[in-house]
T-cell receptor
Framework: DAKTTQPPSMDCAEGRAANLPCNHS???????VYWYRQIHSQGPQYIIH???NNETNEMASLIITEDRKSSTLILPHATLRDTAVYYC????????????FGTGTRLKVLA | GAVVSQHPSRVICKSGTSVKIECRSL??????MFWYRQFPKQSLMLMAT?????????EQGVEKDKFLINHASLTLSTLTVTSAHPEDSSFYIC????????????FGEGSRLTVL
């Protein structure tokens, strides 16, 4: 079973920030939080990952709570091309990379 | 960044035939690759872990004689769907880990199989 839970769907206005939450209350100390997205009929695309500190890259920001039981992916200025299913996954970085995907959040960016 | 390529992207075959899907890591060596299956409007389901030079490890409920996996080199893994039936129609996706320590997996574009 997936170790994460996410809301099934969200809408966001174009140009606004999209905040996608993820609950991972059973996360272990050595497990990282990874975010991927899947645009329709394509393979998943890596977005960002983190352990306990907040992270930012050219695509998004990742905010992890202090107790590490939840995180939020932030797309600062959503565009129509960000419409996709977003998956939050936990896995040990030095582990097997045997990702178990949950149901993800279907983000729809509205014009 | 690291790139994983799958071929073919789409394939249509008749029931009872076998279909081979290739997964290649283009600019890095992948000792381990993973195969997923995805039905419409559902999440990715891990089918098997493909290890270079050894037998694949299959997830519970996945028939190893039905889904043959070969990982003959550090850049190529193949999935063969044998004696395909319409219920095998699905979106098949492979992935590979990048350079040691980077953590993330890189996924192929996916291969859509339709069995008539």
């Amino acid at each position: 079973d997936a170790k994460t839970t996410q809301p099934p769907s969200m809408d966001c206005a174009e140009g606004r920030a999209a905040n996608l939450p993820c609950n991972h209350s059973t996360i272990s100390g050595n497990e990282y939080v990874y975010w991927y997205r899947q645009i329709h009929s394509q393979g998943p695309q890596y977005i960002i990952h983190g352990l306990k500190n907040n992270e930012t890259n050219e695509m998004a920001s990742l905010i992890i709570t202090e107790d590490r039981k939840s995180s939020t992916l932030i797309l600062p200025h959503a565009t129509l091309r960000d419409t996709a299913v977003y998956y939050c996954i936990v896995d040990p970085r030095s582990g097997t990379y045997k990702y178990i995907f949950g149901t993800g959040t279907r983000l729809k960016v509205l014009a | 960044g690291a790139v994983v390529s799958q071929h073919p992207s789409r394939v249509i075959c008749k029931s009872g035939t076998s279909v081979k899907i290739e997964c290649r890591s283009l600019d890095f060596q992948a000792t381990t690759m993973f195969w997923y299956r995805q039905f419409p409007k559902q999440s990715l389901m891990l089918m098997a872990t493909s290890n270079e030079g050894s037998k694949a490890t299959y997830e519970q409920g996945v028939e190893k004689d039905k889904f043959l996996i070969n990982h003959a080199s550090l850049t190529l893994s193949t999935l063969t769907v044998t004696s395909a039936h319409p219920e095998d129609s699905s979106f098949y996706i492979c992935s590979a880990s990048g350079q040691r320590g980077t953590g993330e997996l890189f996924f192929g574009e996916g291969s859509r199989l339709t069995v008539l």
